[in-house]
């Protein structure tokens, strides 16, 4: 049974940062891409960021880019996710995901999600 599991949320000002972890058990993912999506209140699930399954290639979403920073260290089976600057507008819940390995779009397994608040 694959499960993901996310922590690092939390309640932060407005200019603070906080680093999200996402742990994978139950398969390798150092062969697999992974993502990381939000979902705030309200609205649907978007995604965030994306790293390559040996972590050479990343890609963020504009809302994001230059303020987060997706990692993975395939030893541990684990996924980052650095936010610095954060702003009010990046509260929701942040899930990780793996990605199929031969549908780009499609995602196959999901986290719980951690909540990220960020206060103004």
Do not use: H
């Not at 990692?71 to 942040?94: C, F, G, H, I, W």
């Amino acid at each position: 049974q694959v499960q993901l599991v996310e922590s690092g949320g939390g309640l932060v000002q407005a200019g603070g940062s906080l680093r999200l972890s996402c742990v994978v058990s139950g398969r390798t993912v150092s062969n697999t891409a992974m993502g990381w999506f939000r979902q705030a209140p309200g609205k649907e699930r978007e995604f965030v960021a994306r790293i390559t399954s040996r972590g050479r290639i990343t890609d963020y979403a504009d809302s994001v880019k230059g303020r987060f920073t997706i990692s993975r260290d395939n030893a541990k089976n684990t996924v980052y996710l650095q936010m610095n600057s954060l702003k009010p507008e990046d509260t929701a819940v942040y899930y990780c995901a793996v990605r199929n390995d031969y549908v780009i779009s499609q995602y196959d397994y999901w986290g719980q999600g951690t909540q990220v608040t960020v206060s103004s």
